[in-house]
């Protein structure tokens, strides 16, 4: 069955490092997104595609960088992790805009 | 940006209740959804209604576009239906309401 998937689910670092997080679909969907979702908060937008070489800023973009070489796959750097990143991040993907989005079963981030 | 507003923030029923889940947004949108957030974190699609009315078993949701709101109603409510309930709306990007929590108790 297609899905979507993230990985790892789990992850401890320390603040400085670089950390990436991994989406991969295979619904062959040509938007992706990554949101972060904190404690008593709704999911808010951090970066999304529109499809292979192409990424944009969300809402809350700052320390965060996505790139697109396939399909299948937006992976999420942290290029030097920070406390205040510390959260639940989501991926999720749709066929197109004003579609429906499917999300992935989450990556718990803590920064220490 | 579009603001979106989910209403109550919190709610605690009885087993068997009905309740209904309201989500205000402030533009015109290409795209509503209603997830729940189940105890485990997952988010679960119910309800793709940019308008009109579905209904899925014991869930049914409305969207008014031209009111620009959007309902959620849950009938015989049961303990498997605790979680968040989120309200998601797409103008340029998805943007999420705080949700509704939801206590279903036996």
């Known amino acids: 069955d297609a899905e979507i998937t993230q990985s790892p689910r789990h992850k401890i670092t320390e603040t400085g490092r670089q950390v990436t997080l991994a989406c991969h679909q295979t619904?062959?969907?040509?938007?992706m997104f990554w949101y972060r979702q904190d404690l008593g908060h709704g999911l808010r937008l951090i970066h999304y595609?529109?499809?292979?070489?192409?990424?944009n800023k969300g809402e809350v973009s700052d320390g965060y960088s996505v790139s697109r070489s396939n399909t299948e796959d937006l992976p999420l750097t942290l290029e030097s992790a920070a406390s205040s990143q510390t959260s639940v991040y989501f991926c999720?993907?749709?066929?197109?805009?004003?579609?429906?989005?499917?999300f992935g079963p989450g990556t718990r981030l803590t920064v220490l | 940006g579009i603001q979106v507003e989910q209403s109550p923030p919190d709610l605690i029923l009885q087993e068997g209740a009905n309740s209904t889940l309201r989500c205000n947004f402030s533009?015109?949108?290409?795209?509503l959804q209603w997830f729940h957030q189940n105890p485990w974190g997952q988010l679960i699609n119910l309800f793709y209604?940019?308008?009109g009315t579905k209904q899925n078993g014991r869930l049914s949701a409305t969207t008014v576009a031209t009111e620009r709101y959007s309902l959620l109603y849950i009938s015989s409510s049961q303990t498997t239906d605790s979680g968040v309930y989120f309200c998601?709306?797409?103008?340029?990007?998805?943007?999420f309401g705080a949700g509704t929590r939801l206590t279903v108790k036996p």
């Open positions: 209604i940019p308008s």
């Open positions: 619904w062959n969907h040509n938007n």
């Open positions: 595609s529109y499809g292979v070489q192409d990424t």
């Open positions: 998601a709306v797409e103008v340029y990007d998805m943007r």
């Open positions: 999720a993907s749709s066929p197109f805009s004003g579609n429906e989005q499917f």
């Open positions: 533009d015109s949108v290409n795209n």
